[in-house]
């Protein structure tokens, strides 16, 4: 079932996603002896892959409906599920529900990106693609979002979307909150392409968060590329106001 913003909401679903929720409690337990007490750590609508450590935004089983797709839909995009096809369908797990992830192209070759954000385009024509010697490229430039009161974040969100070739199999981001490690936000790839996300809670006033990111073959280790920054990259601060890159 969905929100008036079309966020379908965990308690709602079937036996897949009551697991999630079951898992959730654990992270949840996690995160808070990991960045303190109360609403200073980071909150996580999420469920766990592999290890404490991992995030899987994936939901397993998550059914991506021709409704879901037809909402990516815009004119002159295209009109109708005839004049697309999809390269690109997840149900991931977003702050506090989950959505559908797509990735749609029209008879003209266009793509169309679409996630909790909305819908977005490639962000440079023509498209530049991954291939072996350039293993990741940024598909957009993706979104950031800042929630700040005064100078305390209250909550930040952000995405992105990447062509991979082959050799890569997951993308990953994290973050970095004075000098402590949270888990990693984890979305498998397919068909070329891949969107991760990762969003966090209320911070302590003058907290410093760090970014990091980096991209996976089937094995767990780390792909060597150049394109996405794999040192630990600061997150600007808050100034008062909240704020919207993307």
Known sequence: ???????????????????????????????????????????????????????????????????????????????????????????????????????????????????????????????????????????SNGRMTWDCDGTKLSGFNVTQWYSVAPVVARAELRFIIDGTTGPWFSARAQGGFVHVHGWLGEQNDGAKVQLESRVLDENGAVVAQSEVPTDPQPVMDCDGRSIQIG
Do not use: K
Request: net charge negative; with cysteine; hydrophobic share 40%.
């Open 1 to 139: 079932m969905t929100d008036d913003l079309g966020v379908r909401h965990p308690g709602r679903r079937e036996a897949a996603v009551a697991t999630a929720v079951a898992v959730l409690l654990v992270m949840v337990s996690w995160l808070a002896g990991q960045f303190g007490d109360g609403n200073q750590g980071p909150s996580a609508g999420l469920a766990a892959s592999s290890g404490a450590d991992v995030n899987e935004l994936d939901v397993p089983g998550g059914e991506v409906t021709e409704d879901d797709i037809r909402a990516c839909l815009t004119r002159p995009f295209a009109r109708s599920l005839t004049e697309v096809s999809v390269l690109y369908s997840s149900m991931q797990l977003v702050e506090g529900g989950e959505v559908p992830v797509l990735i749609l192209r029209n008879t003209s070759d266009e793509l169309r990106l679409c996630d909790v954000n909305g819908g977005d385009h490639p962000s440079v024509a023509p498209i530049e693609y991954a291939d072996e010697g350039t293993p990741v490229r940024y598909l």
